[in-house]
T-cell receptor, first 114, second 112 residues
Framework: AQSVTQPDIHITVSEGASLELRCNYSYGATPYLFWYVQSPGQGLQLLLKYFSGDTLVQGIKGFEAEFKRSQSSFNLRKPSVHWSDAAEYFCAAVPTGTASKLTFGTGTRLQVTL | DGGITQSPKYLFRKEGQNVTLSCEQNLNHDAMYWYRQDPGQGLRLIYYSQIVNDFQKGDIAEGYSVSREKKESFPLTVTSAQKNPTAFYLC???????????FGPGTRLTVL
C-alpha cells in the first residue's frame, strides 16, 4: 500500500540550531512530494514541493528539502531555526501523473527552545 | 484576496444533532476536499469532489455527507451517525490540472 512515514513525532531544537525532519515514502514509482506546515489551530501552508529534476528543492521561510530516490526519502531541512518555526510539519505524496488524493504522514511537532 | 474560507472557526453542538460546516473558495479551482484531523493521526480524507455535482467518498466517509452544487462551495454535514465527531476539519481545493492542494483555516467542531 502507498504510504508516507514521518518517524519523529516530536522534535525539540534550540533557536539558531539546524533542523532536519525525516520523511519516507512507499510507492511503486516516485510520487510528487510535498511539505506543509501548520501553526496551532490553523490550516496547512505549503512549504515546498518536488515534482522532478533537481533533487534539492528550495521553499519558503528558508526551508529546503532533498529528494533521495535510493532511500525513498524527502527530508526537510533548515540551517538555522527561528522561534517562529515552532509548528507541526506534514509530509505528503501523490502518485505522479494522476488525480489521486494526497497521502499525508502523521506529522512532526517541532518545539524551539530559546 | 483569493483563498479558501471556512466558517465558523469554532462550532459546538449537542450529541445527536446534525451540523454543517461551510467551505468556500474563490480560486476558481475545480477540485475540493474535506479532511479530518485528530492528534497524532495526520489528515484523513472524508470526501472529495473533482467537478460540480459529483463527489466521491474518501477513507472515512461514514457519518458524513457533502454536496457540490456550485464550483466555489463544498459544505460538509456531520450527521448524528458519526460516532466521534469532535475534531478539527480542514477544507482544501486544487486547480483542475494542478497537483498541490491549498487549505482553508479549519473549523474545530466540539460535540458535547
Amino acid at each position: 500500500a502507498q504510504s508516507v512515514t514521518q518517524p519523529d513525532i516530536h522534535i525539540t531544537v534550540s533557536e539558531g540550531a539546524s533542523l532536519e525532519l525525516r520523511c519516507n515514502y512507499s510507492y511503486g514509482a516516485t510520487p510528487y512530494l510535498f511539505w506543509y506546515v501548520q501553526s496551532p489551530g490553523q490550516g496547512l501552508q505549503l512549504l515546498l514541493k518536488y515534482f522532478s529534476g533537481d533533487t534539492l528543492v528550495q521553499g519558503i521561510k528558508g526551508f529546503e528539502a532533498e529528494f533521495k530516490r535510493s532511500q525513498s526519502s524527502f527530508n526537510l531541512r533548515k540551517p538555522s531555526v527561528h522561534w517562529s518555526d515552532a509548528a507541526e510539519y506534514f509530509c505528503a505524496a501523490v502518485p505522479t501523473g494522476t488525480a489521486s488524493k494526497l497521502t499525508f504522514g502523521t506529522g512532526t511537532r517541532l518545539q524551539v527552545t530559546l | 484576496d483569493g483563498g479558501i474560507t471556512q466558517s465558523p472557526k469554532y462550532l459546538f453542538r449537542k450529541e445527536g444533532q446534525n451540523v454543517t460546516l461551510s467551505c468556500e473558495q474563490n480560486l476558481n479551482h475545480d477540485a475540493m476536499y474535506w479532511y479530518r484531523q485528530d492528534p497524532g493521526q495526520g489528515l484523513r480524507l472524508i470526501y472529495y469532489s473533482q467537478i460540480v455535482n459529483d463527489f466521491q467518498k474518501g477513507d472515512i466517509a461514514e457519518g458524513y455527507s457533502v454536496s457540490r452544487e456550485k464550483k466555489e462551495s463544498f459544505p460538509l454535514t456531520v450527521t448524528s451517525a458519526q460516532k466521534n465527531p469532535t475534531a478539527f476539519y480542514l477544507c482544501a481545493s486544487k486547480a483542475g490540472f494542478g497537483v498541490e492542494q491549498f487549505f482553508g483555516p479549519g473549523t474545530r467542531l466540539t460535540v458535547l
